[in-house]
């Protein structure tokens, strides 16, 4: 069951050897059904997660409207990391927009991975990779335009494009659906 996660390290850190048995015994599969929320925007994150099935998305809420920053699919990795390692209030939200299943690693876990041999460097690679992925973002938000960041999608993820509602994939881009929808239409009638 927890195969996709071993080949996540591997990938990461090759020569870290993870104790199954011991992962195994600490790390909980979680189903989070669509609409459901993984934690809350001021609820302390107590966790860290991999998504081992489906789709959830991070987002903020500012003046009563929703702003996407991520989605995460299969292989994954997600939650509050300053929430869980500072004990202080989520920042955003997390919420499943298909029925999913994230492996949860609270701190007992964490401890685990820490004192393993080779487990600090794991760590390090796990947040290396986070800060890659949250360095892209903000650049993506800086530099490119709404279009830009769908053509992105369209070449890097074209299957998260059938995943996702078109409200969150605007919300995720930075426009409105009205704004998305006259989007597709150029980008479409330029690929034709």
Known sequence: MHEPF?????????????????????????????GEFLFREGDICSFVAFTLQ???RTFVLKNGKEYTLFFHTEHQTLGDYESFQKH??????CQAIENSEVLIFDRQAMTCF?????????????????????RDKL??????????????????????LQRIPQYYLASYLGIEPESLSRLKRRVYQQRS
């Open 6 to 34: 071993y080949a996540f390290v591997e990938r990461l850190l090759p020569e870290f050897k993870i104790d199954t048995k011991l992962v195994g015994s600490l790390v909980k599969s979680v189903k989070v059904r669509k």
């Open 54 to 56: 489906g789709c959830l």
């Open 88 to 93: 202080k209030p989520a920042c955003f939200s």
């Open 114 to 134: 820490e004192e393993a041999p080779e487990g600090q460097k794991l760590l390090r690679a796990v947040a290396e990779d986070l800060a890659f992925m949250l």
């Open 139 to 160: 650049l993506s938000l800086l530099l490119d335009t709404p279009e830009e960041r769908y053509l992105q999608l369209l070449e890097n993820e074209p299957q998260l």
